[in-house]
């Protein structure tokens, strides 16, 4: 009488658990990755929004000196956040976005900068993390701020 297979062998079983182990071993640090960049492009798009502002009173006053959050209509940094954004500030022109608030550990506390740069009357933005010690690094950064 021959014998009928009733299942899976132990070894068939432990090949299957080391593939699905190896996949998410690879799966997990990328989607950690994943999460922390569109935790930072939130705060390019909050920042994103105040540029139209400061191109406004730039327009009007022809100068970027003195273009600050809560001057000129400008609202105050802290009004401005988001989910993972705890505020965005207005210096001299220069828009600078603080990650907070929930965001994962690799990004929280980081900025990012938006800069003016005048070009033949008109404003032309460049996006760069902040200063040195609190910038997010390179591959968090959408891709439109990466260098």
Do not use: H
Request: charged share 15%; with cysteine; hydrophobic share 40%.
């Amino acid at each position: 009488m021959k014998k009928v297979q009733q299942g899976f062998t132990l070894i068939e079983l432990m090949i299957v658990v080391a593939i699905i182990g190896i996949l998410a071993a690879v799966a997990l640090p990328a989607y950690q990755d994943y999460v922390s960049r569109s935790q930072a492009s939130e705060a390019v798009n909050l920042a994103g929004g105040l540029k139209i502002q400061v191109a406004d009173v730039y327009a009007d006053t022809g100068d970027l000196s003195g273009i600050d959050s809560n001057t000129n209509g400008l609202p105050v940094a802290t009004n401005v956040k988001g989910k993972y954004t705890s505020r965005v500030d207005v210096a001299d022109g220069v828009i600078t976005a603080t990650i907070g608030g929930d965001a994962s550990a690799t990004v929280n506390g980081s900025t990012i900068t938006l800069s003016p740069v005048t070009n033949l009357g008109s404003l032309e933005w460049v996006c760069k993390p902040g200063v040195t010690g609190t910038a997010v690094e390179d591959k968090y950064l959408p891709s439109a701020c990466r260098s």
